[in-house]
Antibody, heavy 119, light 107 residues
Framework: QVQVVQSGAEVKKPGASVKISCKAS????????ISWVRQAPGQGLEWMGW????????NYAQKLQGRVTMTTDTATSTAYMELRNLRSDDTAVYYC????????????WGQGTLVTVSS | DIQLTQSPSFLSASVGDRVTITCRAS??????LAWYQQKPGKAPKLLIS???TLQSGVPSRFSGSGSGAEFTLTISSLQPEDFAIYYC?????????FGGGTKVDVK
């Protein structure tokens, strides 16, 4: 069965970087992409970007351009999201989710990773 | 960016009620809209894709409709497990924006 499992919670200081992993199983990893979505405490969902595993093409939210990098490792079926120069308003639960190319929504989601940015 | 406006933001309802949530897009998005359900502390769950296609395993009391810029999610008879927050997402154009959410609470 399809599973998406994320790495554990992180606590970071402002200005630091965080790299979250997202390990997929139960499907052909390179046939899909991975979306990243975050949710600040008590807030709604914010789309961060998407990476197509097959060729590594990415599409990032404009507000995160320059601070975010999404990558994949096909040998381990793992996706990564690195966010640099963290600020307090980056405190959120970060989700990865499987998503096909095109107009297909994310269907299998990870459990979420809480990132807390605090001095 | 395409803005999605959900209404209402909060909805109080009772078990057995018919519930309708609206999602309006700032421009036409054809039928490229999805609905998700999120419960506290959990990841979103995909309910409906392509505006009206029910995902496997989702109860038939959920239905979606609409195209262009106006969409609805209907729960025909609210069940206890349906109290949650519902989000729409457009997949027509990057960035793939979400609506602000509708919290369905117990009346």
């Amino acid at each position: 069965q399809v599973q998406v499992v994320q790495s554990g919670a992180e606590v970071k200081k402002p200005g630091a970087s965080v790299k979250i992993s997202c390990k997929a199983s139960g499907y052909t990893f390179s046939s899909y992409g991975i979306s990243w979505v975050r949710q600040a405490p008590g807030q709604g969902l914010e789309w961060m970007g998407w990476i197509y595993v097959y060729n590594g093409n990415t599409n990032y939210a404009q507000k995160l351009q320059g601070r975010v990098t999404m990558t994949t490792d096909t040998a381990t079926s793992t996706a990564y999201m690195e966010l640099r120069n963290l600020r307090s308003d980056d405190t959120a639960v970060y989700y990865c989710a499987r998503k096909r190319r095109g107009v297909i929504p994310s269907d299998y989601w990870g459990q979420g990773t809480l990132v807390t940015v605090s001095s | 960016d395409i803005q999605l406006t959900q209404s209402p933001s909060f909805l109080s309802a009772s078990v057995g009620d018919r519930v309708t949530i609206t999602c309006r897009a700032s421009q036409g998005i054809s039928s490229f809209l999805a609905w998700y359900q999120q419960k506290p502390g959990k990841a979103p769950k995909l309910l409906i894709s392509d505006a009206s296609t029910l995902q496997s395993g989702v109860p038939s009391r959920f239905s979606g409709s609409g195209s262009g810029a106006e969409f609805t999610l209907t729960i025909s008879s609210l069940q206890p497990e349906d109290f949650a927050i519902y989000y729409c997402q457009q997949l027509n154009t990057y960035p793939l924006t979400f609506g602000g959410g509708t919290k369905v609470d117990v009346k």
